[in-house]
């Protein structure tokens, strides 16, 4: 990493929230009492905390240094893209959620992030073509996949064994799965690394193309059969 980089990232760490000055300005009225800017301020603080800010920071950072771009923009159409495949905005955020992030838009800070990165990245360091396509090479593909998704860990097991005596994964999905993925049959859609719990992901990419798990994988959401259905092609 470039010298500038790893002094962007070790001010934004040593970022701390701090009080501004003469912030006592009064920003909203209540019958309660007045609320001043500082008391707003620290309320944000609670709430948001410093992560933010450091987010904030870098952000600011990479767009000074990439200058004029449409990154923004093509990371809200990727956003919009990826909730249509997944089926529209209820199982997308399912999916997000499980992933860390607390809304679309917070994914979309994400890639806009990402694209800034890359950006000063790709310009600042030079690659042979060897080096590329062996990174490419290295880099895992993306799987899809669907899943019930029952409380029970019993009702689990005798899905699972419904499914080996031959019963159809989607029509059991449809019938028993609580969350919204039912609708679809469990389909879960295209994910790679880092973007599930740990306990699903372990599972997915331990099967094969058209198998799906013979033990109940639990989760935080509840146990789990998993089927991986494809492979994408990278």
Known sequence: MKKWALSALTFAAAATLAGCADNSETVATSTGGDVTKDELYAAMKDYVGEETLQRLIIVDLLEDEVGKNDYANEADAEAR???ANYGGEEQFMYIL??????????????????????????????????EVQAYYDAIEPNLQASHILVDDEELAKDLIKQLDEGADFAELAKEHSSDSSAENGGELGSFGRGQM???????VFALKDGEYSKEPVQSQYGFHIIKRTATDEK
């Open 81 to 83: 893209t990826t909730m």
């Open 97 to 130: 959620s499980q992933s860390g992030f607390s809304s679309v838009k917070d994914y979309t800070d994400q890639l806009y992030m990402n694209k800034l990165l890359v950006d000063v990245v790709k310009s600042r360091t030079d690659f042979t073509d060897e």
């Open 197 to 203: 719990v740990a306990e699903f992901e372990d599972a």
